[in-house]
């Protein structure tokens, strides 16, 4: 018997379950109804070219057969548990691992911008809407049998039914975001790099090979504080540990300002020259989409960077350092097809995320043990931030 794909998928979503997604997602009913109307399809047209990719249909086939069978049925009372937040960061980890951290980078910005909501709006969105797919897919596996080359087969076969549940420009969005060429050249389960957790015992120095100039008097000053109030107060020579505890929170609090002083990479960008870049622009590209991309991509490593302080914490921020290192790549190989009266704007834009993610980069490598950690992710982002800007 024929079926839509799309809509078994739409068949799952009670009014009740999609205003529980849109809770989750942080967003009302009118943008989780929009959002879903592009996120569906645009998340089965992503599964659609890993399932194409070599080595992509048996990675999609292994999520399918390891979700639980009764999830779907069990989703609504487990979001009344307030278990939403685990299962979107859960779903968020299996697209991240299938379609690659980029391709969902991508897809959750341009969702975002297609509905009006945040990209970590969108986000949150499709990890907890990548259950139910699954699960319907499941479904058609256990149902017809399907082995890895059925269900590349079946998901082939709906193209057309996905392809009309499209909303009008959004697919013409997504691929002018380069969403099309990522998934089907990115081979699954390589997107997030593995990183081995560091020795904290023996904790390895920044590649620098010391503390930036910049540190030396914020050292130097609280070393005097500290031996001066020990002379004034009469008391017991200090322990050097002393004074590296205190330019460890040297370092911290000027991150956290840094961090926190990030606004928008239009910030003193004049409407005129905004306006310009926009109708240089050709059709194809979207404006706001490719901005918003940007912006999203230096607000994530400045959040991220701003919360390093130390080893741990810089694993911990690698994720989303690797989604905004992606992102850039992204946004560099749609600028570099632009014309030079569109550059100009674009690269001013540039200039003002750098501006405020490369000195934070260089405070978070001084903390002991970060800058082997993160340099190798964003060392390159930036070399390719300043060479776009010039």
Do not use: C
């Amino acid at each position: 018997m024929a079926f839509n794909i799309v809509d078994l998928v739409k068949d799952q979503i009670t009014d009740h379950l999609r205003d529980q997604l849109g809770s989750v997602a942080g967003i009302d009913t009118t943008q989780t109804t929009s959002a879903l109307s592009g996120a569906i399809p645009g998340l089965l047209t992503g599964l659609t070219g890993v399932a194409n990719k070599p080595g992509g249909a048996g990675a999609l086939l292994d999520a399918v057969n390891k979700q639980d069978d009764g999830l779907i049925g069990n989703l609504t009372s487990m979001l009344g548990q307030n278990q939403g937040n685990q299962l979107a960061n859960e779903g968020g980890n299996l697209l991240s691992s299938l379609l690659g951290s980029g391709a969902l980078g991508t897809l959750a910005n341009v969702i975002g911008g297609f509905a009006g909501i945040g990209r970590n709006n969108s986000t949150s969105l499709l990890g907890i809407l990548a259950p139910i797919v699954i699960g319907v897919l499941k479904k058609q596996v256990l149902g017809s049998g399907l082995d890895a080359s059925g269900l590349s087969s079946m998901l082939s076969s709906q193209q057309s039914n996905i392809n009309a549940a499209m909303p009008q420009g959004l697919s013409d969005q997504l691929s002018n975001q380069g969403f099309f060429d990522s998934i089907s050249g990115a081979s699954p389960n390589v997107a997030t790099p593995t990183v081995s957790a560091p020795d904290l015992n023996t904790p390895e120095l920044p590649k620098s090979g010391g503390l930036p100039k910049w540190l030396i008097p914020l050292v130097v000053l609280g070393a005097l504080a500290y031996f001066g109030y020990k002379f004034l107060s009469n008391q017991d020579a200090p322990d050097v540990s002393a004074v590296g505890d205190a330019a460890t929170g040297a370092v911290t609090n000027v991150t956290d300002g840094a961090s926190a002083a990030f606004g928008s990479v239009t910030d003193g960008i004049s409407t005129e020259a905004l306006d310009a870049a926009k109708a240089a622009l050709p059709d194809s590209v979207d404006f706001d989409g490719l901005t918003g991309q940007l912006n999203g991509a230096f607000e994530s490593t400045t959040s991220a960077l701003g919360g390093i302080t130390d080893a741990e914490s810089a694993t911990a921020a690698l994720p989303e350092l690797t989604q905004a290192s992606e992102d850039v790549s992204q946004f560099a190989a749609v600028f570099q097809r632009l014309p030079d009266a569109a550059k100009g704007p674009l690269s001013s834009m540039l200039e003002n995320g750098m501006g405020a993610v490369g000195p934070l980069f260089e405070k978070v490598q001084a903390i002991p043990g970060v800058g082997a950690i993160i340099e190798p992710i964003v060392g390159p982002m930036l070399a390719t931030i300043e060479g776009l800007a010039g």
